[in-house]
C-alpha cells in the first residue's frame, strides 16, 4: 500500500510569491491534516479536511488557505510569502469515517521544505 | 486537549529497553495518549496509542497509570535506529480535535552501541 506523497520536496520562493503544495492521501483515507514544522515553533497544526470540507483549523493567518477533492488529495496555498514561512510543511491522512475505531492514527508524509529567500 | 509534559532527552544502550515517561495529569476522561517519533528530517511515525488499558503493538508497548495522569512508552530492545525525537499527545477522538494533533517539544531518545 502507497504511503502518503506530497509534492514537491523542495521549493525554494521569494518573498510575496505564492505557493500550492500537493498531498496525496493513502488510498481509502478521508481525512487530511496539514502541518507547518520550525526549528522555533516545532510542529505547529494547520488545517484538517474531510469530505471536501474544513472540519478544524489552527491558529494561522488567512494567507494560509487549502482545500480537498472528491478523491481526497488535497493542496495548500501560503500567499505573499513572508521569510518567517519558511518551514517543512507536512500532511497526514487517516481513515476516520464510519466503521473506523474512535482516535484512528495519521500517516505523515515526509514533507515539502520551503524556502523563502 | 491536555498539556503533556515529557524530559527534554534520554539515552539509551543498545539492546536494552527504552523506557519514556510523559506526564498528562490534566487529561480528560475522553482523551486518548498518543505516541510518535519523528527520525531527523522525516515525517512523524505513528507508534501507538490508548485510552486507559495498557496496550502492547510490534513497535512498543504502553503503560497508563490508573489515574491516567501519567504513560510510560517502553521499546522493549532499543537498536540505533530507534534514535529520533518522542512525542506524547493527548488528544480527544473527535469535535475540535478533528485532525489535530498538538505536539509539544518531545523527548530526544539517544541509542548508544
Known amino acids: 500500500k502507497a504511503g502518503v506523497t506530497q509534492t514537491p520536496r523542495y521549493l525554494i520562493k521569494t518573498r510575496g510569491q505564492q505557493v500550492t503544495l500537493s498531498c496525496s492521501p493513502i488510498s481509502g483515507h478521508r481525512s487530511v491534516s496539514w502541518y507547518q514544522q520550525t526549528p522555533g515553533q516545532g510542529l505547529q497544526f494547520l488545517f484538517e479536511y474531510f469530505s471536501e470540507t474544513q472540519r478544524n483549523k489552527g491558529n494561522f493567518p488567512g494567507r494560509f488557505s487549502g482545500r480537498q477533492f472528491s478523491n481526497s488529495r488535497s493542496e495548500m496555498n501560503v500567499s505573499t510569502l513572508e521569510l518567517g514561512d519558511s518551514a517543512l510543511y507536512l500532511c497526514?491522512?487517516?481513515?476516520?469515517?464510519?466503521?473506523?475505531?474512535?482516535?484512528?492514527?495519521?500517516?505523515f508524509g515526509p514533507g515539502t521544505r520551503l524556502t523563502v529567500l | 486537549d491536555a498539556k503533556t509534559t515529557q524530559p527534554p532527552s534520554m539515552d539509551c544502550a543498545e539492546g536494552r529497553a527504552a523506557n519514556l515517561p510523559c506526564n498528562h495529569s490534566?487529561?480528560?476522561?475522553?482523551?486518548?495518549v498518543y505516541w510518535y517519533r519523528q527520525i531527523h528530517s522525516q515525517g512523524p511515525q505513528y507508534i501507538i496509542h490508548?485510552?486507559?488499558n495498557n496496550e502492547t503493538n510490534e513497535m512498543a508497548s504502553l503503560i497508563i497509570t490508573e489515574d491516567r495522569k501519567s504513560s510510560t512508552l517502553i521499546l522493549p530492545h532499543a537498536t540505533l535506529r530507534d534514535t529520533a525525537v518522542y512525542y506524547c499527545i493527548a488528544r480527544s477522538a473527535g469535535g475540535t480535535s478533528y485532525g489535530k494533533l498538538t505536539f509539544g517539544q518531545g523527548t530526544i531518545l539517544t541509542v548508544h552501541p
Open positions: 490534566t487529561i480528560s476522561g475522553n482523551e486518548y
Open positions: 497526514a491522512s487517516s481513515k476516520v469515517g464510519p466503521g473506523t475505531r474512535a482516535g484512528d492514527e495519521q500517516f
Open positions: 490508548g485510552l486507559k
